[in-house]
């Protein structure tokens, strides 16, 4: 404990300080709560879009198999397929935490190459590897904001359990020191006017 002279002013300031820390402890504790229910939620989110990503990559893999067994290859076709840059990013805020939003703007399904040389295997695969994409980008919103908050999360902690753990009991001990001692000072200066009583009595 630092050096603190023992005066009322330094034991008014120290106790607004203790109901500070108390109060930046509960607003600690709060957040921490909040972040921990958001970050569950989207875990639960996570793993239905990793199930899902999972089952569609299977399903557009078979069908991308199925579409080159009865084409030869759809390395061309694949070249005829344009860049998609629809994909948006915002944010959202949660208790100060930025958590980032993707969007990837559904787009209608459209044939890129010649139906002639192709065939519905093909069209499937597109499909498919259409709904991957949608998905893909779901997921990383949500492993991203997930990320964020599991780091929010341990700062807060952190700083709750420095508030917890020693500056609010390092207040504490100040002010018992401050209140002693100037309890103590209280008992002297009694001690010394019954004294000086007895003596201008007895002079």
């Known amino acids: 404990m630092a050096q603190i002279f023992p005066t009322k002013s330094n034991l008014i300031a120290t106790k607004k300080s203790l109901a500070l820390a108390k109060l930046g402890y509960d607003l600690m504790d709060k957040k921490r ?11 639960d989110k996570a793993g239905d879009v990793q199930s899902r990503i999972d089952e569609t990559y299977a399903g557009a893999y078979q069908a991308l198999q199925r579409a080159n067994i009865s084409l030869g290859s759809c390395t061309e076709y694949a070249f005829a397929v344009p860049i998609d840059d629809s994909l948006r990013l915002s944010s959202r805020s949660v208790m100060g935490v930025e958590l980032p939003t993707v969007s990837l703007e559904k787009q209608p399904f459209e044939l890129y190459y010649g139906l002639a040389s192709t065939n519905s295997q093909l069209d499937e695969a597109c499909v498919q590897f259409g709904l991957v994409k949608q998905l893909t980008a779901e997921l990383a919103e949500v492993e991203s904001s997930v990320y964020r908050l599991a780091v929010a999360i341990k ?49």
Do not use: Y
């Open 33 to 43: 709560t909040i972040l921990i229910r958001e970050m569950m939620g989207l875990i």
């Open 155 to 203: 700062k807060t902690q952190k700083r709750a359990n420095a508030l917890q753990n020693i500056l609010i009991p390092q207040f504490e001990r100040t002010i018992k020191f401050i209140t002693d001692a100037l309890e103590e000072k209280e008992r002297e200066d009694f001690g010394r006017l019954k004294v000086i009583k007895a003596q201008k009595k007895n002079g």
